[in-house]
């Protein structure tokens, strides 16, 4: 959905609804989590490290239960404080270059492997019919325990436009999603490394 002025709070909360009990909008749910993408998506992957040990991996984690990676200033995710569950619906508003664009999506499948040389935690979320896009994009942090202790946020995304007329428009999409993987690599180390985390 894209608007001319930021909407209201009941605004966005009428459309997150009216998306709860709809379908993902493509198909191979949960293709993220093993690294996978369909054939005819274009595919994203990002990784840095945010530090090493356990505390850098328990601030890690509680950054990404609390979303840290959408903590950025033209970017707020809604309900700003939607658990971190299988069947969540949340909605990103964006703000552009003279306009706003409001997004859906679902958590469709958590990880969480501890116990082994390599500890994981994160999700995957996939876009919704009232998304302008159609796709999935996984979001996680790990700690690699035996090798070097070093921790790690890593993002992989598979995604192409909702419609084959909105083409012609992807490159500008594009651009706002290098931002997005810029921005929020730094909000993660920012809260990793200086541990400012928000809460409820």
């Known amino acids: 959905m894209f608007l001319l002025r930021n909407p209201?709070?009941?605004a966005v909360r009428r459309f997150i609804s009216s998306q709860e009990n709809l379908p993902f909008s493509y198909e191979n749910v949960g293709a993220s989590r093993e690294g996978a993408?369909?054939?005819g998506y274009v595919v994203d992957?990002?990784?840095?490290r945010l530090g090493e040990g356990p505390e850098?991996?328990?601030r890690a984690v509680e950054a990404l239960?609390?979303?840290r990676q959408f903590d950025?200033?033209?970017v707020r995710l809604l309900p700003p404080h939607a658990p971190i569950e299988v069947g969540v619906t949340v909605g990103v508003l964006a703000r552009h270059y003279g306009f706003w664009s409001l997004n859906t999506a679902r958590i469709a499948y958590l990880i969480e492997e501890t116990g082994q040389e390599v500890e994981r935690f994160g999700f995957g979320y996939g876009t919704l019919p009232g998304h302008a896009e159609?796709?999935?994009e996984r979001f996680g942090v790990?700690?690699?325990r035996t090798l070097d202790g070093s921790v790690h946020y890593d993002v992989f995304a598979f995604s192409r436009p909702k419609h084959p007329l909105a083409w012609p428009g992807y490159p500008f999409a594009r651009l706002l999603q290098k931002r997005f993987r810029r921005d929020s690599t730094r909000a993660m180390v920012e809260a990793v490394t200086r541990g400012k985390l928000r809460h409820a």
Do not use: D, F, I
């Open 142 to 144: 790990e700690w690699n």
């Open 65 to 67: 239960r609390a979303w």
């Open 56 to 58: 850098a991996y328990a």
């Open 72 to 74: 950025l200033r033209w």
């Open 134 to 136: 159609r796709g999935e």
């Open 45 to 48: 992957r990002y990784r840095v």
């Open 8 to 10: 209201s709070q009941a």
């Open 37 to 39: 993408a369909p054939s």
